[in-house]
């Protein structure tokens, strides 16, 4: 009798811990605020954008419109290996400690590429086709497939919504392989939750089965009890 | 008959008590919820390893998830305790095949046993779906912050409310003792600062520190240069830190252990 009254309880409270979670899933996610881009992709080169830190909690929906096939790759560094990754660029390139915190990736990239090149101009005429190529690109992808968080199949429309595992630094980068200039149109929402869905809402369903088969029979003893006295 | 199962019928009439159905699954709904509203992961975005997961257990342990913590614990024993003395109940436990001291032990398992594992259970959950990799890589921190934001007020005040229930034996005035003691404490943190700012001494805060320590990790993570004093105020080391958070438990221990002393020796009803 104690023991199902025990067990009830604990049934009960993992029933109210589920429907929580329940509640955090059903939220809906809401859309803060929206930033775009619009910029021409040279032949077999890339282009890169820093679209802030993100966690579980903050999102965003991406959408990449182009005048023709092109392939776009999101990448997410968490903040440990970020600054990993920023030292190592500040030992190769001493210079670029303060300015160029946006471009670390194709910083990095383009050192592992090309070893024994000083610090390159990024925009500059001289070294712009070395620092923004293609080849650049899938040397450094290869090399670090690990931060790849979305890679969908080359075309000229896509669309998508993320939210990273963890807090992450992310990177939009669209690449262009064809012969011909490429008109890349990129917005990006912010979007906000209260929990990540897809890892809340197999423990709500967990928790809600294991506390309803906990809590029945207390409420069944609970009701002929009512019903006797 | 053993032990267990007086003890057993204690525990469960004390929970019955404590947590009438549905204050307990109330409870644990927005505890629940409540990790997910007030933990904030975008705010620490510019903060790594120990300081991250300091923060983010520092924030659940904030205003108001931890305030409503303490208000159900200083309930649970003031409550369950003083209205059990009230109303004679006790005179029905004490004739249970039990000593006294399990009696209080069953009381207060429930009291704040349940809650203290409720709380933790449901934030350390939630914060290992929201930020698995900073519970998985600090869980020492995470301990470590969880205790020290536990010791005071939470367990340093149900000892205090513990005491003052078994020698009032009146459950309302002990309550709002416990309470004007939380205000209050709350008063002297502030005031802590104040005369640490103006007079540039850390004395104020080391002193607070053992009471509250809590003061002592936050300044680990964050030395006081950092909100505005002199650089040099205070910087614990994390043995220090330790030594403090020791010294803190020393005294909960010391309440609870006169509350079980009086409980079991001097109690009269």
């Known amino acids: ?229 | 008959m053993g032990k267990g199962r007086p003890f057993l019928e204690i525990f469960t009439y004390a929970l019955d008590e404590d947590y009438r159905f549905p204050i307990l699954e109330i409870f644990a709904f927005f505890f629940a919820l409540g990790t997910f509203v007030f933990v904030d992961l975008g705010a620490y975005s510019g903060q790594t390893g120990e300081a991250l997961a300091y923060n983010l257990v520092s924030t659940l342990c904030g205003f108001p998830l931890l305030f409503i913590f303490v208000v159900l614990i200083l309930k649970n024993v003031a409550y369950g305790l003083g209205g059990d003395l009230e109303k004679g109940v006790m005179q029905t436990l004490f004739s249970y095949p039990l000593k006294r001291r399990y009696i209080l032990t069953a009381k207060l398992l429930s009291g704040l046993g349940i809650a203290l594992l409720l709380l933790l259970g449901i934030q350390i959950f939630g914060l290992f779906l929201l930020a698995p990799d900073v519970i998985l890589t600090y869980p020492s921190t995470v301990f470590l912050t969880y205790a020290a934001q536990l010791c005071s007020p939470a367990l340093l005040l149900a000892g205090l409310v513990l005491l003052l229930t078994l020698r009032l034996k009146r459950a309302g005035l002990a309550l709002v003792i416990g309470v004007v003691l939380l205000f209050a404490g709350l008063v002297v943190s502030g005031l802590v600062y104040s005369i640490a700012y103006g007079t540039g001494s850390d004395v104020a805060l080391k002193i607070w520190a053992v009471i509250n320590p809590n003061l002592a990790l936050q300044t680990y993570y964050y030395p006081m240069g950092a909100v505005g004093f002199a650089s040099e105020t205070w910087v614990p080391s994390f043995s220090e830190v330790l030594l403090y958070l020791g010294a803190g438990y020393l005294i909960v221990a010391a309440i609870f252990v006169v509350g079980y002393v009086y409980f079991e020796r001097r109690l009269e009803i």
């Open chain 1, 1 to 229: 009798m104690r023991w199902v009254t025990l067990l009830g309880r604990i049934g009960t409270v993992i029933l109210a811990i589920g429907l929580a979670l329940l509640v955090a899933w059903l939220i809906p996610s809401g859309s803060s605020s929206w930033s775009g881009v619009s910029q021409p992709v040279e032949p077999e080169q890339y282009m890169i954008s820093e679209l802030g830190v993100y966690s579980p909690q903050t999102a965003f929906r991406i959408s990449v419109e182009a005048s023709d096939n092109v392939r776009v790759y999101l990448l997410g560094l968490s903040l440990v290996e970020f600054d990993n990754w920023r030292t190592q660029v500040v030992e190769a390139y001493p210079d670029s400690a303060t300015i160029f915190h946006p471009y670390t990736v194709p910083l990095l990239f383009f050192h592992e590429a090309y070893p024994e090149q000083p610090f390159p101009d990024l925009f500059g005429p001289q070294t712009q086709n070395m620092v923004w190529n293609v080849t650049v690109l899938d040397k450094g992808l290869e090399t670090h497939p690990e931060i790849i968080l979305w890679d969908p199949p080359p075309s000229s429309s896509f669309s998508h919504e993320l939210f990273p595992a963890d807090v992450l630094h992310i990177w939009v980068i669209v690449a262009n392989p064809s012969d011909g200039t490429v008109a890349v149109d990129t917005k990006v929402w912010d979007l906000t939750t209260l929990a990540p869905k897809e890892r809340v809402i197999r423990p709500a369903i967990l928790f809600i089965s294991i506390g309803i088969a906990l809590a029945i029979p207390w409420l069944i003893l609970r009701k002929v009890k009512k019903s006797t006295f």
